[in-house]
């Protein structure tokens, strides 16, 4: 059952001027050490680092629960380069569905929460 969905757009050079400015903070706050990996793969992983943090404000807008910590979630990608959300609490019986897209200046996510 669907119970829930969300969506985000972010300006890539927004997160990419946090991550001058802020460095290793700001992507050890925000990001997993799993999804950090994932872009660093990438010569320009901005976008990567976009496309995720879109997708976890999607999700915390499909599941309207504004207390998850950015570390809650881990999204990483299937054999085929599908996003797969993972949280860290093993009891978290939601599954969410995700989908990523980026261009040159913006990065874009939905997600939707089943049961
Ligand atoms: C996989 C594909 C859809 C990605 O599209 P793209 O325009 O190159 O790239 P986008 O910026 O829109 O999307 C990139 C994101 O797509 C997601 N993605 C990658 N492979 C995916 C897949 N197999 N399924 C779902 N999502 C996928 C990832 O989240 C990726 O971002 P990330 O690496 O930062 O996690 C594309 O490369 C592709 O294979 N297209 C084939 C389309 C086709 O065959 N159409 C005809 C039949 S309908």
Known sequence: MILGTGIDIIEIHRIQAAIERWGEAFLNYVFTPVEIDHARKHKFPYPHYAGRFAAKEAIFKATGAPQ????????????????????????????ILLSISHCRDYAVASAIVTS
Do not use: E, Q, Y
Request: glycine share 4%.
């Open 68 to 95: 998850f910590a950015w570390h809650d979630i881990s999204i990483t990608n299937d054999s085929d380069g599908k996003p797969v959300c993972v949280h860290r609490d093993p009891d978290f019986k939601l599954h």
